[in-house]
């Protein structure tokens, strides 16, 4: 089994910039991509960014933060960070740390999450 523990989170007023963190432990060499997806009001879970360990180290976004935000780890210590920017009224969500073995799972159906931190932001 994997855990993930996440790390920040908070109120902040739209523009400001936020940084989110997440370790895991536990199995960790079955992991081989770490991420984040979030939980508006209402709405269900979405995807936001991931970083994927494999032969080429590459980063996926989705769209509402791309150019914003910037996803980063170390794979050693499995470890993964979200640094937000210029933070809008709706990212306001629940922020997962997910981890799994496959890109595809990741992106779609994570089998490993964190307990969730919740980011406010605010006019």
């Known amino acids: 089994q994997v855990q993930l523990v996440e790390y920040g989170g908070g109120s902040v007023q739209a523009g400001d910039s936020l940084k989110l963190s997440c370790t895991a432990s536990?199995?960790?060499?079955?992991?081989?991509?770490m991420g984040w997806w979030r939980q508006a009001p209402g709405k269900g879970r979405e995807h936001v960014a991931t970083l994927n360990w494999g032969s080429v180290v590459r980063s996926d976004y989705s769209d509402s933060v791309k150019g914003r935000f910037i996803v980063s780890g170390n794979n050693a210590e499995k470890t993964v960070s979200l640094q937000m920017t210029n933070l809008k009224l709706e990212d306001t969500a629940v922020y997962f740390c997910?981890?799994?073995?496959?890109?595809?799972?990741?992106?779609?159906?994570?089998?490993?999450w964190g307990q969730g931190t919740q980011i406010t932001v605010s006019t």
């Open positions: 536990g199995s960790t060499s079955i992991i081989e991509n």
């Open positions: 997910v981890a799994d073995l496959l890109l595809w799972k990741i992106l779609s159906r994570p089998n490993y």
